[in-house]
Nanobody, 115 residues
């Protein structure tokens, strides 16, 4: 059974930073691609960043250069370091795992960027 638990969200001022964590209960974590998505009110869920099992990251254009995705396979955890945050980054952020052709999601963590 796959379980994903996000943490690290909160309220931050524009220009600030946050680090999200996703602890995964997945047998063989290291072989799976992991990702972060977000959903703002009234909008569809969108990809923020993904990291392949080999550690190669991909980013949405809107966050490239500001966000960094990483993973610690020994801890079965994926991280999202978010710098230079903007009000438009406000959303619920979800951790995603693609396991056996099926998408799994965490419960989400709220990120609010506001002065």
């Amino acid at each position: 059974q796959v379980q994903l638990v996000e943490s690290g969200g909160g309220l931050v001022q524009p220009g600030g930073s946050l680090r999200l964590s996703c602890a995964a209960s997945i047998s063989g974590f290291s072989i799976y691609d992991m990702g972060w998505y977000r959903q703002a009110p009234g909008k569809q869920r969108e990809l923020v960043a993904r990291i392949a099992r080999g550690g190669i990251p991909t980013y949405a254009d809107s966050v490239r250069g500001r966000f960094t995705i990483s993973r610690d396979n020994a801890k079965s955890t994926v991280y999202l370091q978010m710098n230079s945050l903007k009000p438009e980054d406000t959303a619920v952020y979800y951790c995603n795992a693609l396991v056996g052709g099926k998408d799994y999601w965490g419960q989400g963590t709220q990120v609010t960027v506001s002065s």
